[in-house]
Every structure is written in structure tokens, then in C-alpha cells.
RNA sequence: GUCUCCUUCGUCUAGUGGUUAGGACACCGGGUUUUCAUCCCGGCAACAGGGGUUCGAGCCCCCUAGGAGAUGCCA
């Protein structure tokens, strides 16, 4: 079979974790069958549209890496590929249902629903949805309301009885009593816009599409489509329905739950490679062992037979674990192009930077790397490289044991050493302290810690010694004569 | 209210009638280490409950409970 699947996304808010897996199993679907994967823009509510999220796909697509076969962007066999510009197609296929008496004119107004709506909610009635009042009209009343100039909406005419099902790669044979599918949706909307089940299953159909992966928040209108298909004497596609991703508390992920939008993920520093690693596993797995892909593997490697059925909760922490180890497998430049935009945003570095800054960066780059979870730590880890004045408590700089004036002088006794510190080897440097320490009799940390305090302003810092070396003499004497004027004047 | 789907460690999952129920994150402890990290080692921790079927059930069937989703002129 020639595989062809879509990711058909609504361009009404930005591209969220959810809707990005069922691009990227749709996507690793067909190219690891060898088949097409086509976007497909549902912009068939107005009202909702923006141009802003139509952009956010595009850009989604291109910052994960994946590119569509056919859509808007690169045409196709099959286009158009935005739903708005199909209006003709939908509105032609509706009144050949209606025609055909499988679809019929509705001329209820928004206020009756709602009020029916209403009353079966506070009847707690057993069949709630459209009451089917204008089923039955007869086509005289009709066409007298539309002479009145009275707006109508089509709807389907879904059977009273019998049931009707479908095949779904995941649950397997999904049936349903007709009498429980949506009561006669609408399917062409009064301002002449189809709703999503129909243009749905138009499009599908014309586009040839043979699978279709989509949430499970889709099954109950599995049946309907397929009646859909049926009553246009269409074969439906076969499905897969996803398993939904959940928040914390079980619920629908959304963002009570924390970042859902991928521009959100993106500002903070993930790394597309970490977010497509992570979300791949939210309802699918290879096997019991392997939990490293990349995209490349995955385009590949997926199987459909590897989905879950049962929801997932998506899990930040793992995803910051996925992050990390990433950043750790950056290579220098990799990783220094990564980070810069961060240093630049926090005013650390120029927009253009400087040689010596682009120096700095490169040498921090083995010190920053595996102290970075987010890219956008790194102005926290490394900003001290760039910093001219540090904000730090002078309390900080006391190490426990000593007084201020034991401090001072241990600042003064590195600052005296500098120079060896500087040219001999990191581990001659490392050894003087050491000696240093035994030789007063006090602890390593006595030592190191006021230095670190007043080198990077920070108890939490890359090692030391390399940090000094980063600085250079000149900054890091000033920093701990600073250091020494904070404290207590001798005599004190 | 009705319908549908789901149910293995806290989380993501492996498991397809016979396993000490495996891995990963998180958490806890230890080691390496100048702090923080990284890295390494170890630990905690699960088959929702009840009935069947079977010599034998996490795996098959039924019921119960719980969770979720749908019920729009939104997708």
C-alpha cells in the first residue's frame, strides 16, 4: 500500500505538545513505510483564525526538522491544501447529500439550541444533542423559509438505528449504536463553511489518505465519519487513534500544567532533538531497552504496532533529563551557536560578539556542558565570564571557621599567588591549595570557597581553577581585592 | 445524564499462559570530586478490586470501581 497521511492541524493558537506528536507519528508513519506525509491547514472556523498560527506551524516544522510532502508550502498532487480555499468542493458535496435525502436544511437558531441544550442538561436526559426538529420538513415548508430569507445550516442524517463501526490500528474494531452518534451534526455551517467532519472527510478522501492517526478525543466521531464516507459511498481510511497526553492531575494536558506551546519549550532552551526524543515516547515504544532516538532513527524505526492505548502523562522533569543529555552530546560549536542567544538576551554579550567574546564562550564551552540542563542556564553558569560587577552577599564570602579577617588575608594569599596559579599547571595550581590548606591548617573549601565567591560571585560555580584561568589575571585580582575591601578592615 | 475509551512501580514503559515482573525518569543512599553538576554503584517502588477459564494467570472471559474523552454553526 501506497501510505499516505496527514497532520491537519487548525491554525487557531500555537502548535502545543499534543498536536506536535500526532504530527511527528504521522510523519515517522509514512516515512518509515515509504509513503507520503501531507499538511493539511483546517481553517474552516473564521472566527478563530489567525494568521499568527499558521506561521507557528510552518515555524514548528522547520525548528523539529520535519517537512511536509505536499501542503500549502510545497503544493502538490492533491491540492489545495488549506480548507478555505476548497469552499466550492464542501459546499457541492453537502447538497448532494441533501439531494440525495442524506443530509437535510436546519433552520434553527443558535438561541433554540442553546435553550434545548439547556433544558436536557437540567432534565439530565438521556439523549442530549439536536433534537432533530427540522428533520423531517417537508420541502414545501422548506423552501417557504427560505423564501422568507431564513439562514439555514446542513445536517447529516445520521441512521435511528443499526450501529456502525470501524477498524482502528491501536483499539481494534471500534462499534457503535447509530442511535449514540452525534444526533445529525451540522456539517455545512450557515455561513457557508463546512465543519470539520465534513471538509474532514472530503478532503481525506480526495487527498487519497490511508491512514489516519489522530487523539483518541476523536473516537466518538469515528463512527460518524464513517457514515460520512457511506453515505458518499466512500471506503474510510483505516485509523489509529492515539493515546491522549495528560497533565499531572490526569487531566488533558494544558497549560495549568506548565509549558505546552513549543515556541514556550523552545525560549526556555530545549533542544528539538531532546522534545522529539521525549514526545516519541509519550504512548509509543520500541522495545524494552532503547530509549535514545533521533529523528533520523525514528523515520525509520517506527512501527505502528509500538502505540499504547492507555493515556500518558507527559512528564517535564524527564523531558529536562532528555534536554541535558543532549546538551552534553553538543559538539563545541554546536553548543556555542546554541547558547549565544541566551548570553545575548541577558545583555551579557553584544548582538555581534566581539572575538574575545566569542573566545570566552568557546573555552567555557567544557565547564558550561555538563552544568547545563536548559540553554538558557547559561548565563547563570558562565555569565561571571562577562559580568563586570558581581552581586554577591559579603556573608557569602566567610567560609564556615573562619571570621572576616581570616578571610581577608586567604583572599590576599591567592591574590599574591595569581601569577603562579596562572602559568603553572591546573594541577600544580591544585596542588598549592591543597598544601596551602594543610600547611594553616584549614580545610580545602576554606580556601577555595572565599575565592569562588569572589571569582564568580556564585557558591555554585564551575571548578575554580579553570574559572580563574577563563578570567584572567587582571579580573581576577581585582575580583578578590573587591572581595578583600567587602570585609572587615584589619584591626577591626 | 448518556455514550465511548482506558487501568503494570509516583511518571514513561517492557511483558503477549510458566519471569526473582525488566528498563528509564523522579526520589533516597553511597562513590569520584575544590562547590554545583557530570559520571559510576546501590536502594525504594507496580500487575485497581472481585469472580471465573486453566495444572498454571499481569497476559483470556465477566463484573465492580476508578480515570479520561465526547456529547458545539470548535477542531
Redesign the pocket.
Known sequence: MNVRVRY???P?GLQHIGGVRTALFNYFFAKSQGGRFILRI?D??QT?FSPESLQDIYDTFDWLGIREDEGPRNGGDFGPYIQSERLEKYRIAAEHLVKEGQAYHCF???ER?ETV?QEQVKA???????DRACRNLSPDEIEKKHAQGM?S?IRLKVPLEGETSFSDVV?GT????NS?V?PD??IL???G?P??HLA?VIDDHEMAITHIMRA??????GPLHVILYKAFGWTPPIYAHL??V?GSD???LSKRHGSTSLVDFRKQGYLPEAIINYIS?????F???R?FFSRQELETLFYIE?L??????F?Y??L??FN??YI?NLTDSMLSVAILPSLVDSGLVSSTPSKSEVEIIEQSLPLAR??LVLLNEAPEVIGFLFKEELDYETSALVPKGLNEQQTREVLGKIANEIDNLLNGSPEDA?AWFHETAEKEGRK??QL??PA?IAITGT????????SIRLLGREKSVTRLEQAQAKLAPIGD
Open positions: 491537519a492541524p487548525s487557531t483546517e474552516t472556523d478563530r434553527c437558531s443558535p439550541l441544550r439530565k436526559s438521556s439523549n442530549q444533542g439536536y439562514s445550516v483499539l471500534v462499534v457503535r449504536k449514540d452525534n451534526p451540522v455551517k450557515s455561513d463553511y465543519t470539520y474532514n483518541q478525543e476523536w473516537i466518538p466521531s493515546p491522549m495528560m490526569g487531566q488533558k515516547l509519550l504512548g509509543w515504544s522495545d524494552s531497552e530509549e509500538g499504547q492505548k492507555s493515556p500518558a502523562v512528564d522533569k524527564k529536562r533529563w541535558g543529555h552534553r555538563e552544568r591544585e580545602l573549601g577555595m570557597m569562588r557558591k555554585a560555580s564551575p571548578p575554580l581553577i579553570p
